[in-house]
């Protein structure tokens, strides 16, 4: 079967870094995605890995290792609307995405 | 383009009741998807369509059925529903022949109470 862990709530301070790891177990894999989805609204995307790497994109930067079923975001120079939920999620070998339950990120000023 | 939209934003419901949930995308994606949102949980695939005329079940489809006559329309109706169905609702598409490979654009959401 399938099972994605991330933690369920991180704290960083504006300004700094912070890493949300995601790990997953899957029999099938086409690539994980991020997504960030501020309190109330719908999921926007992020990233997308495919193979094993970082991804950069401005502050926000995606990392995935295959071998050892690891994804993180790194989420540089931290603001207050980066205050979040970032969801992981997986896409199978029917190409259908898996979803994480998702890290609340709370930014303190 | 208006995107992916989906009516109403808030619905109350008594139990036993039907209702359907509208969706509806600008972007002319073949690819159509629901999914529910509870807390605590990941977003769960209800139902999914890959083209016009073609749906298929996902994670949780029992009290959902869907229909898609068109690419841009994908609505879910609820045939009776009950307290288990009290959530939130995302209707997402995608191209997987974009260079975004399987990028989901999301609807805004309706958040159902069925009491």
């Known amino acids: 079967g399938q099972n994605i862990d991330q933690p369920t709530e991180m704290t960083a301070t504006e300004g700094a870094i912070v890493q949300i790891n995601c790990t997953y177990q899957t029999s099938g894999f086409n690539g994980l995605f991020w997504y960030q989805q501020h309190a109330g609204e719908a999921p926007t995307f992020l990233s997308y890995n495919v193979l094993d790497g970082l991804e950069e994109k401005g502050r926000f930067s995606s990392f995935l290792s295959r071998s050892k079923g690891y994804s993180y975001l790194l989420l540089k120079e931290l603001q207050m609307k980066d205050s979040a939920s970032y969801l992981c999620?997986?896409?199978?070998?029917?190409?259908?995405?898996?979803w994480g339950a998702g890290t609340k990120l709370i930014i303190k000023p | 383009n208006a995107g992916v939209t989906q009516t109403p934003k808030f619905q109350v419901l008594k139990t036993g009741q039907s209702m359907t949930l509208l969706c509806a995308q600008d972007?002319?994606?073949?690819?159509m998807s629901w999914y529910r949102q509870d807390p605590g949980m990941g977003l769960r695939l209800i139902h999914y369509s890959v083209g016009a005329g073609i749906t298929d079940q996902g994670e949780v489809p029992n009290g959902y059925n869907v229909s898609r006559s068109n690419t841009e329309d994908f609505p879910l109706k609820l045939e009776s529903a009950a307290p288990s169905q009290t959530s939130v609702y995302f209707c997402?598409?995608?191209?997987?022949?974009?260079?975004?490979?399987?990028?989901?654009?999301f609807g805004p959401g309706t958040r159902l109470t069925v009491t």
């Open positions: 999620a997986l896409m199978d070998s029917n190409y259908q995405l898996i």
């Open positions: 997402a598409s995608s191209q997987p022949t974009t260079g975004k490979a399987y990028e989901q654009y």
């Open positions: 972007m002319n994606h073949e690819y």
